[in-house]
C-alpha cells in the first residue's frame, strides 16, 4: 500500500503566506517551517545552556518543522482573519483538527503515533509556548526583512510582532532578540 504524507508534506512549497500583504519576497509554510525549527531549536539550546531550561532542542527543531502541517490541507488563513472573531478562531482550530487527523491517516498505523503529537500539536506546553514563540519571531523576522526591502507595507506587522515577542517573558528569547536579532537587520556586507 502508498503512504501520501510525505508527498503532501513536500507540498508546503506551494502555499504561501501573508496573502493578504505586497511582499517584496513571497514566503511559503515551507521556508517558514525550517525558519521556525530553527529559531526553535535555537531558542531551546538558549534556554538550556543559559537558563537551565529542561525542553529538548531537538524535540523542539521537530516540532517547529510540524507546526503548521495541516495548512498543507487548509491553506494559510491570514492571521488578521484567523483571530478578528472568536467564533472564526474557533472553527479554524476545527478545520485544522481535521485536516492534521486527515494527514495522519496517510501514514501507516504503526508509524502514526510518531508523528501525531507533532501535526496535532499535543505537546508539553513549555515546548509548544517555545514553538509559538519562534513562529512569532520568525514573522517578526519576515517583517524585518520586508522594512529593510523597502516595502512600508509590513511596517504595521512589525510593530504588532514585536509588541507580541515583548509580552512573551521568555528570558531564552530576550536572549535571542538582544544578541541574534539586529543581524538580521544588517546587508550581506555588514553580517561579514
Given at each position: 500500500?502508498?503512504?501520501?504524507?510525505f508527498a503532501?508534506?513536500?507540498?508546503?512549497?506551494?502555499?504561501?503566506?501573508w496573502?493578504?500583504?505586497r511582499n517584496t519576497?513571497?514566503?511559503?509554510?515551507?521556508e517558514?517551517?525550517?525558519?521556525?525549527?530553527v529559531?526553535s531549536?535555537a531558542l531551546a539550546v538558549?534556554g538550556?545552556?543559559?537558563?537551565?531550561s529542561?525542553?529538548d532542542p531537538?524535540e523542539?527543531?521537530?516540532?517547529?518543522?510540524?507546526?503548521d502541517?495541516?495548512?498543507i490541507?487548509?491553506?494559510?488563513l491570514?492571521t488578521?482573519?484567523?483571530y478578528d472573531?472568536?467564533?472564526i478562531?474557533e472553527?479554524y482550530?476545527?478545520?485544522?483538527?481535521?485536516a492534521?487527523?486527515?494527514?495522519?491517516s496517510?501514514l501507516?498505523?504503526?508509524?502514526?503515533p510518531?508523528?501525531?503529537p507533532y501535526?496535532k500539536?499535543?505537546?508539553?506546553?513549555a515546548l509548544?509556548?517555545?514553538?509559538?514563540?519562534a513562529?512569532?519571531?520568525?514573522a517578526h523576522?519576515?517583517?524585518?526583512?520586508?522594512?529593510?526591502a523597502?516595502?512600508?507595507?509590513?511596517k504595521?506587522?512589525a510593530?504588532q510582532t514585536?509588541a507580541?515577542l515583548?509580552q512573551?517573558?521568555m528570558?531564552?528569547?530576550?536572549?535571542?532578540?538582544?544578541h541574534?536579532?539586529?543581524?538580521f537587520?544588517?546587508?550581506?556586507?555588514?553580517l561579514?
Amino acid at each position: 500500500m502508498a503512504y501520501n504524507f510525505f508527498a503532501l508534506m513536500a507540498r508546503m512549497k506551494y502555499i504561501d503566506r501573508w496573502g493578504l500583504m505586497r511582499n517584496t519576497q513571497v514566503e511559503n509554510i515551507q521556508e517558514h517551517s525550517h525558519m521556525v525549527a530553527v529559531l526553535s531549536h535555537a531558542l531551546a539550546v538558549i534556554g538550556k545552556e543559559k537558563f537551565g531550561s529542561g525542553i529538548d532542542p531537538n524535540e523542539a527543531a521537530v516540532a517547529g518543522l510540524y507546526h503548521d502541517a495541516p495548512e498543507i490541507l487548509t491553506g494559510d488563513l491570514p492571521t488578521p482573519v484567523k483571530y478578528d472573531n472568536p467564533a472564526i478562531k474557533e472553527a479554524y482550530k476545527a478545520v485544522e483538527a481535521v485536516a492534521g487527523d486527515k494527514l495522519l491517516s496517510m501514514l501507516p498505523p504503526e508509524l502514526c503515533p510518531a508523528f501525531a503529537p507533532y501535526v496535532k500539536e499535543e505537546l508539553d506546553p513549555a515546548l509548544l509556548r517555545l514553538v509559538k514563540a519562534a513562529d512569532k519571531l520568525s514573522a517578526h523576522i519576515k517583517c524585518l526583512e520586508e522594512l529593510r526591502a523597502g516595502n512600508n507595507e509590513f511596517k504595521l506587522a512589525a510593530r504588532q510582532t514585536r509588541a507580541a515577542l515583548d509580552q512573551m517573558e521568555m528570558p531564552e528569547l530576550d536572549y535571542f532578540m538582544k544578541h541574534f536579532l539586529p543581524g538580521f537587520e544588517l546587508t550581506l556586507d555588514e553580517l561579514k
